[in-house]
């Protein structure tokens, strides 16, 4: 069975500062590991993803996750907050082999205040 | 590129009546394409994974003869709620697979559905 947990249902924020969005996961195998950003009535929109190699990702509008194996946390980092930012942030995750859909997150919903 | 669009983006019927929502994969194949539900302020549930050319795989507690779900070509699934119920009232996401192997998906829109 694989799992997401995100500790944190709301992350407040101020504008320009930095930003760090927590998500910790279990999987058998080698995980592939996703972070997805929803506006309200909205599909998900894909932010970034690890597979393999350096373990700093880098994706859309500035974002950043560090895969930490040992720590099994795949956080979600951003050095300068914007306002625009605010909406809700799942991690989800699917392992290497096989036919699996991904596993989501039960979401943090991020605030950044002006 | 790997654009998936969803139809309709919002729905709502009458208690009773049979509702269809389309998934296309409007530039790539897609193999696998899956069904989420997502409640208000939740996270999403995926309802049932389906291969083009055969039945789909439901997760457990989802009713297949309720959810209908149809992958008869490599851009298009549907998912077919039949007799719907004010319960059934939700935000429905479809994502699908194949460019890039199971590993990465790419979601539509969403589709928003109230039964009256």
């Known amino acids: 069975a694989q799992s997401v947990a995100q500790p944190e249902d709301q992350v407040n924020v101020a504008e320009g500062n930095p930003l760090t969005v927590k998500c910790t996961y279990s999987v058998s195998g080698n995980p592939y590991l996703f972070w997805y950003v929803q506006y309200p009535n909205r599909g998900l929109q894909f932010l970034l993803k690890?597979?393999?190699?350096?373990?700093l990702v880098k994706g859309s509008y500035g974002f950043e996750a560090e895969f930490n194996k040992s720590q099994t946390s795949f956080h979600l980092k951003k050095p300068s907050a914007l306002v625009s930012d605010s909406a809700l942030y799942f991690c989800a995750v699917t392992r290497e082999m096989g036919r699996r859909a991904l596993t989501f997150g039960s979401g943090t919903r991020l605030q950044v205040q002006p | 590129g790997a654009v998936v669009s969803q139809h309709p983006s919002r729905v709502i019927c009458k208690s009773g009546t049979s509702v269809k929502i389309e998934c296309r994969s409007l530039?790539?194949?897609?193999?696998?394409m899956f069904w989420y539900r997502q409640f208000p302020k939740q996270s999403l549930m995926l309802m049932a994974t389906s291969n083009e050319g055969s039945k789909a795989t439901y997760e457990q507690g989802v009713e297949k003869d309720k959810f209908l779900i149809n992958h008869a070509s490599l851009t298009l699934s549907t998912l077919t709620v039949t007799s719907a119920h004010p319960e059934d009232s939700s935000f429905y996401i479809c994502s699908a697979s194949g460019p890039t192997g199971y590993n990465e998906q790419f979601f539509g829109p969403g589709t928003r559905l109230t039964v009256l």
């Open positions: 690890y597979i393999t190699g350096d373990n």
């Open positions: 530039d790539f194949q897609a193999t696998t």
